[in-house]
């Protein structure tokens, strides 16, 4: 069984939809730990309902960012893939490096449009008719690494961040699950800055 870790900062609602496809059976893996760089975040709670050992690495209490990224790495042993889930901070080229191939995260996005913190607002200011989500391996650029899937939203004239971030949401819940179960059945293959997504074994 694939051994997931998720980080999060928030309200783990990508947590939540991981969680409910494994207990659906469309998501065939096993979340080993949920780690959140703030305490009393929704995220710890959805974990401790479901029975996931959760604990919360304060930012705020290391002080360097090298620090920090070790003590995550400490509770990292064994897991297979390491899932990004409204995580909050910008991990270190060094901790990227070791995961490369196995550190997913989802952008409220079409990459490469709009990357950072604020793509809905960006999005919304340029005008597009079109934006939506996107799940990539993190390499160590920001929002920037290989895509393995997309799903596009229609901008609304009335749309706002919220609105538009809402709807969204859903799209997020539905790819991301799909995105960590291509690779626990092994389909995904990096090549450059393609990601192949190979035949399923019949």
């Known amino acids: 069984m694939i051994k997931l870790a998720v980080l999060c900062s928030g309200r783990g609602t990508d947590l939540q939809s991981i969680i409910d496809a494994i ?9 080993s730990i949920v780690i959140t760089d703030k305490p009393n975040v929704k995220a710890l709670e959805r974990a401790e309902i479901a029975g996931i ?11 360097n960012r090298a620090d920090f990224e070790a003590e995550i790495l400490k509770n990292l042993a064994g897991v297979d893939l390491v899932i990004l889930a409204g995580f909050m901070r910008i991990l270190s080229p060094e901790f990227v490096k070791h995961f490369t ?3 997913m995260n989802i952008h409220p996005s079409l990459l490469p449009s709009f990357k950072g913190a604020h793509a809905h607002r960006d999005a919304l200011a340029y ?12 390499d160590e650029g920001t929002d920037s690494g290989p895509i393995i899937l997309q799903a596009a939203v229609e901008v609304k004239d009335d749309d706002t961040e919220e609105t ?3 709807r969204i949401l859903e799209q997020e819940h539905i790819i991301y699950p799909k995105a960590i179960q291509l690779f626990v059945e092994g389909r995904l293959k990096i090549e450059g800055r393609h990601v192949k997504i190979l035949e399923a074994a019949k």
């Open 164 to 166: 538009l971030s809402a």
């Open 23 to 31: 207990k659906a059976g469309t998501l065939q893996a096993e979340i």
């Open 53 to 63: 050992k959760n604990i919360c690495i304060d930012r705020k209490t290391f002080d």
């Open 127 to 138: 005008g597009v008719k079109v934006s939506g989500c996107t799940v990539h391996f993190v």
């Open 101 to 103: 191939g196995r550190l």
